[in-house]
């Protein structure tokens, strides 16, 4: 015999019941079936509403009670047309008006204790059976049944305990006398959730207590396999409300299903498994509206999973409290005084956690038992309270997170991973469990970081792809460049297992932000159609609700304002991905601060596009230091602007014009002063100064400026260059000087002896610099081990495209570096 279970979205409506019905019958003729219904979707929250409001005294109970009414009748009409099933249409309006009689009595007593609450909610289930008998009935021998017959419990209304030893023999002679009656093939259509104390009154078995009842007469009657249909596939590794990514699992033992239902897995009861264990019968969770889909097997055999969990679940609206003291430290039985009043209050204890010095004891309770845990404690502690020799810390808006999997059992370092992983992602742990089972790990956290925490364990321990959120800001030359190559390459990276997703952009006016992923093919639109207007702090927030694991603010920018928020995106737990050179050229102190605030947050800053663009500058220099090698000198042409100015300069046109033609090509900054300035050249050699370890500021490098003075105030207009043009004269006789010299002008940038220069120089035409061609970047690395003929690094060292690739270079040595 089969027992099959519906409820929830099942049974949403008369579409959903006929899809039900077609799933029974189908079962029907190849097995014996019963079936267990709850109330129809939302009822049961309709129930409550209307007995709360009549309890108040408010005549609005009438008109929920009057939707209660259109609803079972509506779906009747739908299942039935007007006039069918004329017998059924009295019983239902017979429950409703006795629905109705109960509601009146409770607005004129103005009271509803549990018993009364739990009569009002049992009519849910009392009409679905009706409704979802009637229309079985249409094609095959079935019959309503109510589970107050069958299921006999104490007297605790609204989460009545079973007594199994009177329940199963009473299931077993109903059913005898049902099959007696009606003949072996009769197909019973049970109610779910309610039972009867053993003097008839009605209870209820807690919510969601419809799975329990098919376990229970499951269990009874010894069925082959108990079958719990609901919205889902199966279960799944995590909620995939907060984890995306998340994936049915082929099978569950009895003990992990416990460990996940126990921890807030909505897709079973947690009280649903114990009865099928007790007689060894499987329950296979099953999807209405994907009947083919093979569902998740629970029962008592292990399968070969291959990883170490299975899934990943919690428990919300938890509040932690900590009984701590000095009186506790090798004092026995304060915990057995503790626990003894939290029981005798029926505080239930979610988690708990002591620390070996004794001198703490902490645990978790639901947040509908906070106010009886504080009383409870205050009263059996009152004296250690008044003498101030104990206190009670609460920590309300916490979440429990459960990770559980038989293959935890044995397996080292599955801890380390877990707690790695949150730390990485800056998630701070309040307390921690983990029973001698090893089968579960679990721990406390504040309740906004629990999508966070979800999907940080889910990647570690389930997902082979390594996932990237960016928020790209600055979508100019570069950014534009770069967001053309992540959608180029979009296949290639997923095949490398790289999920790299553009989840933000931002120019200087306004931020698109998506939880999901930003379509590369249409961004330009969709940012112009944002309303978000841009401001540094704004974003912070908008991406921290977000609650990204592995992300990184990707700055396209040139602004200082957004290096100045850089310690917020830290905060928010991204790395930082630039091509902006300001924040590696911050005054010392402000410098050490960012970088040490790098370090506590284990965050990573990639520049490589700070120096030279898309060539491996940062990188090579890196791995000189690295390799316990000692740098001598660095130089060379470090501006690829300046190096394309001064090959194609020929003196036959103004210098100001060969600038205006380079901007327009996207080779100088914005502001191409930066670049004429010789500020550009000093920042890169400050930036190397830095890797090598040698405290300097942007004061302390010497540079030449090719803008007067009077020209490098104020902010930068297209009026720039007809002023510059009084100056070419200038750079023209220094041209020719050097041509009669049989030399060549090169703005050459050099650190030696803990000194910083920049200057325009005259180079023999053999020089190594001689060979740059367009807007190469020729950096040439003396050191110890390349003292006779030094490293170089040569190739363009500027431009969208390049700068670009040096970034996105970034992007795949952070993927590499992040864990899977």
């Known amino acids: 015999m089969k027992l099959m279970k519906f409820g929830g979205s099942s049974l949403a409506n008369a579409d959903r019941i006929k899809d039900v019905g077609r799933i029974v019958l189908s079962a029907a003729e190849n097995d014996r079936v019963s079936v267990v219904v709850s109330a129809f979707q939302g009822v049961t929250d309709l129930l409550l509403e209307s007995a709360h409001l009549a309890e108040s005294g408010a005549d609005a109970y009438l008109s929920?009670?009057?939707?209660?009414?259109?609803?079972?009748?509506?779906?009747?009409?739908?299942?039935?047309g007007v006039r069918g099933r004329a017998t059924t249409r009295e019983r239902i309006d017979q429950l409703l008006h006795e629905l109705q009689e109960?509601?009146?009595?409770?607005?004129?007593?103005?009271?509803?204790?549990?018993r009364a609450l739990d009569l009002v909610v049992s009519f849910g289930e009392r009409l679905s059976a009706?409704?979802?008998?009637?229309?079985?009935?249409?094609?095959?021998?079935?019959?309503?049944v109510d589970a107050r017959d069958l299921i006999i419990t104490d007297d605790q209304f609204t989460h009545a305990t079973v007594l199994f030893d009177h329940t199963d023999a009473s299931i077993r002679r109903a059913f005898a006398r049902l099959h007696a009656k009606h003949g072996r093939d009769i197909l019973p259509i049970v109610t779910g959730f309610i039972a009867a104390t053993e003097d008839g009154r009605t209870t209820t078995l807690g919510r969601n207590g419809s799975d329990y009842t098919a376990s229970i007469v499951g269990a009874a009657l010894g069925a082959s396999v108990i079958e719990i249909w609901t919205d889902v596939d199966g279960v799944l590794t995590a909620d995939p409300r907060a984890v995306s990514s998340a994936f049915v699992v082929p099978q569950l033992s009895y003990e992990e299903a416990m460990e996940l239902s126990y921890f807030g897995a909505t897709v079973l009861h947690s009280a649903t498994i114990a009865p099928a264990v007790r007689k060894n019968i499987p329950i296979l969770i099953k999807n209405t509206l994907n009947p083919s889909a093979p569902g998740t097997l629970i029962s008592a055999k292990a399968d070969s999973w291959k990883g170490v969990a299975k899934g990943i679940t919690s428990i919300d609206h938890i509040t932690l409290f900590t009984l701590r003291g000095l009186s506790m430290v090798g004092v026995p039985g304060t915990a057995e005084r503790l626990f003894r009043a939290l029981a005798s209050k029926r505080v239930n204890v979610i988690l708990i956690s002591q620390a070996s010095s004794e001198h703490t004891i902490c645990f978790a309770v639901s947040g509908k038992d906070v106010h009886t845990a504080r009383e409870a404690m205050t009263e059996e502690f009152h004296f250690e309270l008044q003498d101030k020799l104990t206190s009670i810390d609460e920590k309300s808006w916490q979440t429990i997170v459960a990770i559980v999997g038989e293959g935890m059992k044995g397996t080292p370092g599955v801890s380390g991973k877990v707690f790695q992983s949150l730390g990485r992602n800056s998630i701070n742990v309040s307390a921690i469990a983990q029973g001698a089972s090893e089968r579960n790990i679990s721990f406390v956290i504040d309740a906004a970081q629990k999508v966070r925490a979800l999907n940080v364990i889910h990647q570690s321990f389930f997902e082979k792809r390594k996932h990237l959120a960016l928020v790209v800001v600055g979508v100019g030359n570069i950014g534009s460049a770069l967001l053309r190559q992540l959608q180029q390459q979009r296949l290639s990276l997923l095949s490398q297992g790289f999920d790299v997703r553009v989840c933000g952009l931002a120019d200087s006016k306004r931020y698109l932000?998506?939880?999901?992923?930003?379509?590369?093919?249409?961004?330009?639109?969709?940012?112009?159609?944002?309303?978000?207007?841009?401001?540094?702090?704004?974003?912070?927030?908008?991406?921290?609700?977000?609650q990204f694991t592995n992300a990184a603010l990707v700055d396209c920018t040139s602004s200082s304002e957004l290096v100045g928020a850089y310690s917020d995106f830290i905060a928010a737990n991204m790395h930082i991905i630039t091509p902006n050179k300001k924040a590696n050229v911050l005054p010392w102190k402000q410098?050490?601060?960012?970088?040490?605030?790098?370090?506590?947050?284990?965050?990573?800053?990639?520049?490589?596009?700070?120096?030279?663009?898309?060539?491996?500058?940062?990188s090579t220099l890196q791995d000189i230091v690295a390799s316990g090698d000692a740098v001598v000198r660095i130089e060379g042409l470090l501006s690829g602007t300046l190096s394309y100015l001064f090959n194609h300069y020929d003196g036959t046109r103004p210098?100001?014009?060969?600038?205006?033609?380079?901007?327009?090509?996207?080779?100088?900054?914005?502001?191409?002063?930066?670049?004429?300035?010789?500020q550009d050249v000093a920042r890169k050699l400050l930036i190397l100064a830095r890797q090598l370890g040698w405290k300097m500021d942007l004061k302390d490098v010497r540079v030449e400026s090719l803008v007067p003075p009077a020209l490098q105030r104020g902010k930068f207009s297209s009026t720039f260059y007809r002023k510059f043009s009084a100056h070419d004269s200038s750079i023209k006789r220094r041209y020719v000087h050097a041509r009669t010299r049989g030399?060549?002008?090169?703005?050459?940038?050099?650190?030696?002896?803990?000194?910083?220069?920049?200057?325009?120089?005259?180079?023999?035409?053999?020089?190594?610099?001689?060979?740059?061609?367009?807007?190469?970047?020729?950096i040439a690395f003396t050191t110890q081990r390349y003292a006779t003929t030094p490293l170089v690094v040569q190739g363009p060292g500027a431009g969208a495209d390049v700068t670009a690739m040096g970034v996105f270079s970034d992007i795949l040595k952070l993927l590499h570096y992040l864990p899977y």
């Open 64 to 80: 929920v009670y009057e939707r209660i009414a259109s609803q079972h009748r509506n779906i009747l009409t739908a299942l039935h």
């Open 102 to 114: 109960v509601l009146h009595g409770i607005s004129l007593l103005r009271h509803c204790p549990p």
């Open 130 to 144: 009706l409704i979802m008998s009637s229309y079985i009935q249409r094609s095959c021998a079935a019959c309503y």
């Open 513 to 546: 932000l998506s939880s999901g992923e930003i379509d590369l093919s249409a961004w330009p639109e969709a940012l112009h159609s944002s309303r978000k207007k841009m401001r540094p702090t704004e974003l912070v927030r908008a991406i921290t609700q977000c």
């Open 591 to 618: 410098y050490t601060h960012l970088m040490e605030l790098l370090r506590k947050n284990e965050k990573y800053f990639l520049y490589e596009a700070n120096v030279g663009a898309g060539l491996p500058v940062i």
């Open 655 to 678: 210098f100001s014009s060969c600038v205006h033609e380079a901007q327009k090509i996207g080779i100088t900054e914005p502001d191409p002063r930066e670049d004429l300035s010789g």
């Open 743 to 778: 030399t060549l002008l090169r703005y050459v940038g050099r650190l030696h002896n803990r000194t910083a220069s920049a200057q325009l120089e005259e180079i023999p035409v053999d020089h190594p610099f001689a060979v740059a061609r367009g807007s190469d970047s020729v």
